[in-house]
């Protein structure tokens, strides 16, 4: 169970990807994988915009004592 405290890092995480103004990034959804640890998910088009999502979330998660796992994965947009 979520704790209000728990809900508003999630927002306020969430809030930092959707201000991006790169589209994948607020594609991307976080949230609480267990406590203290948020998690970041969905799917970019390059491994540069998968660090940028990471970064953006470890912003808000370090001043929080949060921890971030990044499961983004990085489609492959070549087609041959």
Do not use: W
Not at 7 to 31: I, K
Request: proline share 2%; hydrophobic share 45%; net charge negative.
């Amino acid at each position: 169970m979520s704790t209000v405290s728990s809900v508003l890092v999630c927002r306020e995480a969430q809030a930092a990807l959707d201000a991006s103004p790169l589209f994948d990034l607020r594609s991307l959804v976080v949230e609480e994988e267990t406590p203290g640890t948020l998690a970041i998910r969905g799917m970019v088009g390059s491994f540069y915009h998968k660090q940028l999502a990471q970064e953006a979330v470890r912003a808000v998660a370090k001043s929080l004592e949060y921890r971030v796992v990044n499961y983004v994965e990085v489609m492959d947009t070549l087609i041959n």
